[in-house]
């Protein structure tokens, strides 16, 4: 279906789109209440020291407060009529993307103490730079309407 500025809105990809941020916002505020209720418990019994369990529990929040960050955006990018179809699967797509690598790469590097996959963040940070470029893109450009 077309909207009279000839934007796509497609209600099942919105549907879809939608269910995504739920699914995402809800396990990010579970994440996160672990994170403040229970990490640092976690963490003292695997024998870290203090500012070992302080940095680790920054770096999860960095992951938790990005996560939510991007349930949020998700959830909008279901309510915003603009571009095709294939171009906001795409967005939803990296934006998710990034979410697991990103998110994820930090959850795993504090839970399981390894470092090395702080290595993977930076490309989940790199998913959700092309999601909100792709976004301004969508934006800026306008899809044929049919009577056009």
Do not use: Q
């Amino acid at each position: 279906m077309n909207d009279v500025s000839g934007d796509v809105i497609d209600n099942e990809l919105s549907r879809r789109i939608v269910v995504t941020a739920a699914l995402c916002g809800a396990a990010g505020v579970l994440i996160g209440a672990f994170g403040a209720h229970g990490l640092d418990g976690f963490l003292e019994s695997r024998g870290h020291s203090a500012e070992l369990i302080r940095e680790r529990l920054d770096v999860f929040d960095v992951g938790v407060r990005y996560h939510l960050v991007h349930a949020v955006a998700l959830l909008a990018l279901a309510g915003i009529p603009i571009g095709s179809v294939a171009g906001r699967k795409w967005v939803a797509r990296l934006m998710l993307l990034g979410l697991l690598l990103f998110s994820g790469s930090l959850y795993l590097l504090v839970i399981t103490d390894t470092p090395v996959l702080g290595a993977i963040t930076p490309l989940g940070g790199l998913c959700w730079v092309f999601a909100w470029l792709l976004l301004s893109v969508l934006a800026v450009r306008r899809v044929p309407s049919a009577g056009d």
